[in-house]
Structure formats: structure tokens, C-alpha cells
């Protein structure tokens, strides 16, 4: 066994360990109303087990980012299977930071899902230790981007206890207007977890029934200054072609035997309309698998949850969620916009260049500026407060993932093909 596939193993048994103490976690919440000891008793019993589980599986998770780095030679983090990776470990290890300062093991029944989540996420991406590109070949590219990710794990960890909060204090039993409309906008942040899952679910779906589709385009190469055919693989159904191309090859799925549309002239690039069609994917599964759970529940998700948190305090919740952002804006400027800019200058040969990442990673700062002036300079505490920490962990999403999947910029390099 070479050290690469010993890394992988841990990175495998880091993950089973986080479901594994994801359970026990579910058996500290739901099994407490099936037994007859002492409620309190039962939750601190299993919480603790839990949240030791996930202790055993960051140290797998750690495992693996030390031999993986070894083998590389670089700090891995310079591709979306490496970042994803390393993001959802930092997400551990603010969950851990935190539940030292507040002993709440119960942060970890959603600590834990999220961490999985973008574990399984990042295993969509090619694993391959790949050599940097010369622009990467820098002590910077570890300082930056690890400083940068922490961060948002920290803004992660607020996200969840603001989504915690929301859940524990949303009224679902009120049909006033105010009432309704955070019953709706709650119920969609569930949804568009949902898609996430879903997202996945077709991804390693079609990969595992060995789905492939093909297409020539004509692209014009501006350093050529002549038009260019290039070859577009598809390994999800085509709901969407490439623009000005052919098809090669295509596996019927569901009587669909040719793409419903091209995409439009201005989305540029050779992935493109594969990109388009992972973010149609992604809805479409995630708007069947909501409809499933909608049909099991009988209820919305969200209402459902709401009785597994109420021995919680709201008011810890919300200390928990700004405390989190607060440790992390900081780490978050260092790393996500002055480091970076120290490295776009020894890299590109200037510090700012509106790079789409660039921009959205100062849209992501400006948005927890905004929420530590209103927390600590106007009072806004409780349900406003939540709010904005799960808005901002929406616009970190984006930023990580959206920007690489919609939009083209020098930051797509990152294993997004």
C-alpha cells in the first residue's frame, strides 16, 4: 500500500466515523423518547459518545490531510476535491472549538450533516494528486487559502446554531402574516439543502449507471484569432448542449434522445453548458427529493425538526452563532482578502483585479462587516441575527461554489471540469 492510498483509506474512515457518530447523535435526540431513564440523562450519555466518535474522525480526517500532503509535496488544498476536503475538516475543528467554549453537544447533529455533505461533495471532483500550475507554486497558496477556509468554517459553525436558533423559535402553530413568511423562507433554506443532497444523488447516480454524452463545438480561439472544434463529455443527461455544437455520442435517459435546448452565445467557455446542466440537475433532483420527504414527513421538514431542539436555549443558540463569526471574521480577512492580495501580486502582478472569486470573497467580507455592525451597534439580536448569519453562510456557498460552477474567471482552475 503507497502512502496516497493509506491517505485515501483515513479520508474513507474519517467519513464513516462522522455518519457513524452523525447517528449516535440521532439516538441522543430521537432515542430519548423511546426509553424510560431520565431524558437529560440519556442525551449527555450519547451526546458525549457522538461527539467523541467525531473527535476519533477528524483525527482520520487529519490523517489524511498530513499524508496526502507529504505525498504532494504542497499543502493540499489547490483543487475543489483537495479545498472541499480541507473545508469541511476546518468545519470540524470549529465545531470542536465551539463546543469546548459552551458544551453543547447537540451543535454536532448539524455539524456533522454539513460535514458530510461537503465531504461527499468534494469526492464529485477528480482525486488525483495533480502537479501546481506554476501560478500555485507558492508557500502563499497554503497560507491563503487554509486561512481562508477556517474562516468560513467558523461562519459555518454560525450558520448552523442561527439555523438552530430559527428552528427552536420559529412559531409553526401561528397563521400571522409575520409568522407565515419566516415559516416559508425557513422551509426554504431546507429546500435548497435538500437540492444540495439531491445534487449529489444524481451525480453518483448517472456515475454509477455509467451514463456519457459527447459533443463537438466550435469555439473561437483568441490566440489563434481562428475558430477551434473542441470535444464536450457529459457524465449527467444533457438537458442543455454546448452553443454552436454537434452531438457525438448520446445515452437516452427517460425518452430524451437529444437536449432540450443550447445554452446561450454568452455563456463562454468549454464547460460551460456542462456547468448549466449540473445547476439544472441539481434543482430538478433536489425539487423530486424534496417532494419525497415532504410526502414521507406529512409535514414541513422544518416543523419536523423543531421538537428535537427544544430543551435548547434560544439564547445560547444565538451567543453560540455571533461568537462563531467573530472568531472567524478575523481569520477570514487575513486569509480570503489580505493574504490573498499579497499572493495576486507576487502571482498575477497586481493585488485586486475583479476577478469573480476576488469579488464575491469582498461581497462575503463587506456581508459579515454588516452583521457584527448591526449585532454589536444596533442591537440585533435573536431572529435578526440568525438571519443574517444563515444569509451570509448562503453567500459563502456562492462563493466557494457557485462562482466555479456559473461563472469563468482565473479561479476555475480548481478541479471544476
Excluded at 102 to 109: E, T
Excluded at 240 to 251: G, K, L, M
Excluded at 315 to 333: C, M, Q
Aim: charged share 15%; with cysteine; glycine share 6%.
Amino acid at each position: 500500500m503507497t502512502l496516497i492510498d493509506f491517505s485515501s483509506d483515513a479520508f474513507i474512515a474519517a467519513f464513516f466515523l462522522y455518519c457513524l457518530a452523525f447517528t449516535f447523535y440521532g439516538v441522543a435526540v430521537m432515542g430519548k423518547r423511546f426509553r424510560k431513564r431520565d431524558p437529560e440523562v440519556h442525551l449527555a450519555k450519547w451526546g458525549k459518545i457522538a461527539f467523541y466518535t467525531a473527535v476519533l474522525g477528524l483525527i482520520g480526517h487529519l490523517t489524511y490531510f498530513i499524508t496526502r500532503w507529504i505525498w504532494a509535496g504542497h499543502v493540499p488544498v489547490s483543487n475543489m476535491y483537495e479545498f472541499m476536503t480541507f473545508l469541511s475538516m476546518s468545519i470540524m475543528v470549529a465545531f470542536i472549538v465551539l463546543y469546548m467554549l459552551y458544551k453543547k453537544s447537540l451543535l454536532g447533529l448539524f455539524a456533522l450533516p454539513l460535514t458530510i455533505l461537503i465531504m461527499a461533495y468534494a469526492a464529485v471532483f477528480p482525486q488525483e494528486v495533480q502537479p501546481l500550475i506554476p501560478s500555485l507554486q507558492s508557500y502563499w497558496l497554503g497560507i491563503h487559502v487554509t486561512m481562508a477556509s477556517l474562516g468560513d468554517a467558523f461562519f459555518a459553525v454560525g450558520f448552523i446554531a442561527g439555523l438552530m436558533h430559527l428552528l427552536r423559535t420559529v412559531n409553526f402553530s401561528s397563521a400571522e402574516r409575520s409568522d407565515r413568511k419566516e415559516q416559508r423562507w425557513l422551509e426554504f433554506c431546507m429546500f435548497l439543502i435538500v437540492v444540495m443532497i439531491g445534487f449529489m444523488v444524481s451525480v453518483y447516480s448517472f456515475r454509477a449507471a455509467g451514463y456519457e454524452a459527447s459533443f463537438s463545438q466550435v469555439q473561437w480561439n483568441e490566440k489563434l484569432q481562428q475558430d477551434q472544434t473542441v470535444q464536450v463529455e457529459y457524465d449527467m443527461p444533457p438537458i442543455v448542449s454546448p452553443y454552436n455544437s454537434e452531438t457525438i455520442a448520446f445515452d437516452s435517459f427517460l425518452g430524451m434522445s437529444k437536449p432540450l435546448f443550447q445554452a446561450p452565445s454568452w455563456m463562454e467557455g468549454i464547460n460551460a453548458a456542462r456547468k448549466l446542466n449540473t445547476v439544472l440537475w441539481s434543482i430538478l433532483s433536489g425539487l423530486v427529493l424534496y417532494a419525497l420527504i415532504r410526502v414521507l414527513l406529512r409535514k414541513p421538514i422544518a416543523q419536523f425538526i423543531q421538537p428535537a431542539l427544544n430543551r435548547l436555549d434560544p439564547d445560547d443558540l444565538d451567543e453560540i452563532s455571533y461568537r462563531a463569526i467573530a472568531i472567524g471574521f478575523p481569520i477570514f480577512t487575513l486569509g480570503g482578502l489580505i493574504f490573498a492580495m499579497i499572493w495576486a501580486e507576487i502571482a498575477w502582478g497586481r493585488f485586486w483585479g475583479w476577478d469573480p472569486k476576488e469579488v464575491w470573497a469582498l461581497i462575503t467580507w463587506l456581508f459579515y462587516s454588516i452583521y457584527l455592525h448591526l449585532r454589536l451597534s444596533r442591537g440585533w439580536q435573536g431572529k435578526n441575527s440568525s438571519w443574517l448569519s444563515v444569509l451570509g453562510f448562503i453567500v459563502v456557498m456562492f462563493t466557494l461554489v457557485g462562482v466555479n460552477l456559473i461563472i469563468a474567471g482565473l479561479h476555475s482552475y480548481a478541479g471544476t471540469e
